[in-house]
């Protein structure tokens, strides 16, 4: 009798394995997704660019001009504002939907690595109080970035512009 439960137990096992494997040797079809804009996505592309940053230029990106409430057929262009608390994303589209040109800002975002290393290089006693993060996009020339930062040290003040690399510009 126990030998026959082994036996029943052990058939259950084998048949259960084999029924998961069967169920994940599958073929599935190979699919590759390209963004429409996705030359705004990769001149924009900064790995440490802070959460807001990121959505709204994924939105800006993927938004389809053609399906919007806003589509009409006699229109050549397209503006588009995309909004956060953080800042916004002023986006220029053709009549196709493709992406032409943005102007982003956005205030008192974390900063990347790069920025404020370079600041703690150059400036060690002083503290960033404020910074404005600005972009400026055109399909012909890519992306411009740029940080104006305000240090402070006790009562003195200076401002700064750093590219997303952390160089010092002016």
Not at 65 to 83: A, C, L
Not at 89 to 104: I, P
Not at 127 to 154: H, R, T
């Amino acid at each position: 009798m126990r030998r026959t439960k082994l036996t029943i137990l052990m058939l259950a096992l084998t048949a259960g394995i084999a029924t998961h494997l069967q169920a994940q040797v599958r073929d599935l079809p190979e699919v590759t997704v390209v963004a429409k804009n996705y030359k705004y996505l990769r001149s924009t592309n900064n790995k440490d660019a802070a959460p807001p940053v990121k959505l709204l230029e994924h939105k800006a990106a993927s938004f389809d001009v053609k399906s919007s409430e806003y589509y009409e057929d006699d229109n050549d262009m397209y503006y588009i504002t995309f909004y956060l608390p953080e800042g916004y994303v002023l986006a220029v589209y053709d009549q196709e939907g493709k992406l032409l040109r943005t102007a982003e800002k956005f205030k008192n975002i974390s900063l990347p690595s790069s920025v404020r290393d370079a600041v703690a290089k150059r400036f060690p006693n002083w503290a960033i109080s404020k910074d404005i993060y600005i972009v400026k996009y055109g399909e012909e020339a890519g992306a411009k970035m740029q940080y104006k930062l305000l240090l402070e040290n006790g009562s003195k003040r200076m401002r700064v512009k750093t590219d997303e690399n952390g160089e010092f510009l002016d």
